[in-house]
Nanobody, 117 residues
């Protein structure tokens, strides 16, 4: 089993920044693709940013130019740098990984991000 633990969420004012981290742990696995998702009250979970094994990235239009996804393969850690935060970014943010070979997907428990106006 692979466990994902997110951290870095909190309460910030509009225009502020946060960096989310997701640490993966378990036995004999390699992260293939990964991403950050979020779910706001009353809405479905949506993809915020994704990153491939070759570190190619993609972003939701709503966060382009403000958020940056990255990965540290040596530490099995995924990051999401969030700048110029807006109230509409308020959501629970979840990390997700796909493991190499067995193609399993795993989810973290989520971390709350609240942006006040």
């Amino acid at each position: 089993q692979v466990q994902l633990v997110e951290s870095g969420g909190g309460l910030v004012q509009a225009g502020g920044s946060l960096r989310l981290s997701c640490v993966a742990s378990g036995n004999s696995f390699t992260i293939y693709t990964a991403g950050w998702y979020r779910q706001a009250p009353g809405k479905q979970r949506e993809l915020v940013a994704g990153i491939t094994s070759d570190s190619n990235t993609n972003y939701a239009d709503s966060v382009k130019g403000r958020f940056t996804i990255s990965r540290d393969n040596a530490k099995n850690t995924l990051y999401l740098q969030m700048n110029s935060l807006k109230p509409e970014d308020t959501a629970v943010y979840y990390c997700n990984i796909e493991t190499l070979g067995d193609w399993r997907r795993y989810w973290g428990q989520g971390t709350q991000v609240t942006v006040s106006s």
